[in-house]
């Protein structure tokens, strides 16, 4: 069971923090732009991109949840009963559609017979045969599960803003920016 008897995260803790905000972010914003290109060798080659993404990231996921159930972490911040159960159910959700989206979409692609090859040189085994009709429900559940994600980070921003300038009580601080 993990401390909670020091001042911020652990560097792993940080650093896979930030680095998963990024992969997210980028593949966030790569997934709505590429969506609405025509087919073309472009299109096909971001759609490379965001499914190497997507691996890394539940990859990465799976290793910064290692690192959060067995590292050390600050105690709670001091805030009402609601606001921690507010964020512990927030943190519950992106921890669970950390691994959801991706594997998601990966279930996808392989129902839609589009094989994930990562880097362009390591096939990886499909989740699903090849079937249009799981295909297309799958893809309506990979959008929507990434828009909830999408969403929730917002909502996490918030958070974070809200601490940072009107509570004021060094939660960035605890995540590698500025002083603990």
Do not use: C
Not at 10 to 18: D, F, K
Not at 79 to 104: C, E, I, K, S
Not at 135 to 141: D, F, M, P, Y
Request: hydrophobic fraction near 55%; charged fraction near 15%; charge should be positive.
């Amino acid at each position: 069971m993990p401390t909670f008897n020091v001042s911020r995260y652990s560097r792993p803790a940080v650093v896979l923090h930030w680095l998963l905000a990024l992969l997210i972010t980028g593949t966030f914003a790569l997934g709505l732009y590429m969506h609405e290109l025509p087919v073309s060798p472009q299109r096909l080659k971001l759609y490379s991109w965001h499914k190497w993404a997507g691996v890394v990231i539940l990859a990465l996921s799976a290793l910064r949840l290692l690192v959060r159930l067995r590292g050390p972490r600050p105690s709670e911040l001091a805030a009402p009963a609601w606001q921690r159960q507010a964020a512990h159910a927030t943190h519950h959700a992106l921890y669970l559609l950390f691994f959801a989206v991706p594997l998601v979409g990966w279930a996808y692609s392989s129902a839609a017979g589009f094989p994930v090859v990562l880097f362009g040189v390591l096939p990886l085994p499909d989740f699903v045969p090849v079937n249009k009709e799981l295909a297309a429900l799958l893809k309506g559940w990979h959008k929507g599960l990434a828009l909830t994600l999408g969403a929730l980070v917002l909502l996490h921003l918030a958070a974070v803003l809200k601490h940072q300038f009107i509570d004021r009580d060094g939660l960035l601080a605890r995540m590698g920016l500025g002083r603990a």
